[in-house]
């Protein structure tokens, strides 16, 4: 795991070797072992190195191919390395290393772009053309890996790389606030666009490749895509096929030359994944002082004694949480408040002090249905008997009336999938959110412009199966992985998801809905498949995903004062109406109203805004 920075030379003269070096020094931590620079009169390419596989220096980058034509950085890990490696030296190319890197450069002279999909892993990379004066930049099919790009430079230049921080060193580059991307953030919790906080820098979409000349983007490719095409067969079969493919997935993605340990919860994901992996520890995280309320960790110590490996645990107050909370958010380059990001930054931390790779249970839900929302309540099933015309004129009398869980509930009853459903995370009601931002920020995106094109993608599958397309697509890579990555490449950690395998991926889309979430439970053939290796208490556990007692925090007067203190401040009015944040806030506070989630979203956004733009001016 690794990370990489560049650019394609603007017309201003600046000096290129101390311009990269900066950049390179802003993400030192995702590469602490080693650093490598490459410069011609085209290009600048910059590398940080966490050594995975292959620790001998011959390995470090930027990689050359045998000519020195082709120049490589990359992030991330490619499973199928050796299959790939072998089919290429049987061509006659010469490998000069062991890793996984060098098998990017050889197949891309041998098969062009198209060559990516033929990869397994998760994976950002750049590959440098001389000969061609072109640039290939691709990102791995789920968006493990992030990798960013802009020309909103001052002088023409094309920057790139892992993280945006690395941007802002860059002389040329134009350090703006996208007002856009505020009033989507606070109903979603997570930047939900292609374009970033930052104006005029883009995520390159998972599973897809660009092509770069002359400092102009030519090519846009998607080259795999994650669409559901259920196909008969019996519930044993899948559910072996589960456990065979699984179990494969867990070999590939623990293969390293470092030490391996596991993220462990309560849950049936990371116990699974435990399970087949058989690590020496396993990792855990929970709240001081919430032990009863919010902790997992007693049942991860129990599955750890069951497999017999050690269980090592951390407990975080909320001392630790709005202290660090500032660097978690410089961490994620955006704002990303959902509450999970901060236990999760201190699990990395703890198991970066054992071990250098882990694997964890990201991605299992959206691939195999586990989310509770995808399984309609028996009160829902029962409306849905009323003709949906009917629904529709009750819910849009509902919708007049004041709001409640009875009318939500006829409102909800009354719309499509694509209209009702946008994802895990509804956090501010677009309405609310319209009403307290400022003018100036209301004109970002609606919701469901941003839904509605990949709802469009998939117009004639069932409500589940739509649901789960648009997590896969929307929610996964812009909450779920980001956090991920970001939280573990803080401690130079490298983090591993092996539900998120193409193999597994590729099983998955043949399983037929009602394997996947039907009345008896969600996750239903995995479960089946996790019996096998799971004792049945953890393999048919529901979801309790990762609480934090934010709620409670709140009505604390030391944290409450400290969000006063940010609601209040001059910056916070540049964006808010503040006196109708104070009125969530002591509501809150007075526990009259749970405006928890309103006021940490909002909260989250000011403290990312004071360390990018007050902070660092």
């Known amino acids: 795991m690794c990370g990489f920075v560049g650019y394609i030379h603007g017309t201003e003269k600046i000096d290129h070797h101390q311009t990269i070096e900066k950049m390179m020094d802003t993400i030192i931590h995702r590469g602490p072992d080693s650093g490598g620079i490459h410069i011609d009169e085209k290009v600048s390419l910059g590398f940080r190195r966490l050594s995975i596989i292959d620790l001998t220096d011959a390995a470090n980058q930027p990689l050359y191919s045998e000519d020195g034509s082709i120049v490589l950085v990359f992030n991330g890990e490619i499973y199928n390395f050796q299959q790939l490696r072998e089919e290429l030296i049987n061509k006659g190319y010469q490998f000069k290393t062991k890793s996984d890197s060098e098998v990017l450069i050889y197949s891309y002279m041998e098969y062009g772009e198209e060559f990516v999909k033929q990869l397994r892993g998760m994976f950002a990379f750049c590959i440098w053309d001389k000969n061609r004066n072109q640039m290939m930049i691709a990102r791995d099919g789920f968006g493990i890996k992030p990798l960013y790009y802009t020309k909103n430079t001052k002088d023409n230049t094309f920057i790139f790389g892992s993280e945006i921080k690395s941007f802002l060193t860059h002389p040329s580059f134009i350090k703006e606030l996208n007002k856009d991307a505020l009033r989507p953030y606070l109903t979603f919790q997570y930047s939900s666009m292609d374009e970033t906080f930052f104006k005029g820098v883009y995520k390159l979409r998972p599973a897809h490749y660009m092509i770069i000349k002359e400092g102009k983007i030519v090519k846009m490719e998607k080259y795999w895509d994650k669409k559901y095409h259920a196909k008969d067969g019996t519930l044993e079969h899948y559910v072996e096929e589960i456990q065979k493919t699984v179990k494969e997935s867990v070999e590939a993605h623990k293969i390293s030359d470092v030490k391996v340990g596991s993220f462990l919860s309560g849950g049936i994901d990371s116990s699974y994944v435990t399970s087949l992996l058989r690590p020496n520890t396993s990792f855990s995280v929970g709240f001081k002082n919430y032990e009863k309320m919010f902790n997992e960790t007693d049942h991860a110590k129990e599955l750890s004694d069951i497999l017999n490996i050690e269980n090592k645990r951390t407990y975080v107050s909320a001392d630790d949480v709005f202290e660090k909370l500032p660097t978690i958010q410089w961490h994620m380059d955006e704002p990303q408040s959902n509450p999970s990001s901060v236990p999760l930054y201190f699990l990395c931390e703890l198991a970066s002090k054992d071990v250098t790779v882990v694997l964890s249970g990201e991605g299992a839900d959206e691939i195999f249905g586990g989310y509770e929302w995808y399984q309609p309540s028996k009160r829902m099933e029962t409306y849905e008997k009323i003709p949906f015309g009917l629904r529709k004129i009750i819910g849009a009398i509902a919708k007049k009336l004041p709001k409640n869980k009875y009318t939500n509930f006829l409102i909800k009853g009354g719309q499509t999938i694509e209209e009702r459903f946008i994802g895990e995370a509804v956090v501010w009601d677009e309405e609310d959110a319209l009403n307290v931002l400022k003018p100036a920020y209301r004109t970002g995106p609606s919701v469901h412009s941003i839904t509605k094109p990949i709802y469009d993608e998939v117009p004639y599958e069932d409500d589940v199966t739509k649901m789960q397309y648009l997590d896969l697509n929307l929610w996964l890579p812009g909450d779920i992985l980001l956090k991920a990555d970001k939280m573990s490449m803080a401690h130079s950690l490298e983090l591993r998801v092996p539900f998120l395998d193409k193999k597994v991926m590729e099983l998955a889309k043949n399983i037929p809905t009602n394997y996947r979430v039907n ?80 006021i940490w979203t909002v909260y989250v956004f000011l403290v990312w805004y004071k360390r990018f733009f007050i902070d660092e001016k």
């Open 519 to 598: 009345e008896k439970d969600t996750k239903f053939a995995l479960r089946l498949a996790a019996l096998k290796e799971l004792p049945e208490e953890w393999a048919k556990r529901p979801k309790l995903g990762f609480p934090v007692p934010i709620r409670h925090w709140l009505r604390e007067e030391k944290y409450y004062n400290m969000v006063k203190e940010a609601f209040q401040s001059d910056y916070a009015k540049e964006f808010f109406d503040t006196n109708q944040l104070m009125k969530y806030l002591d509501e809150h506070y007075h526990n009259k109203a749970n405006h928890a989630r309103y």
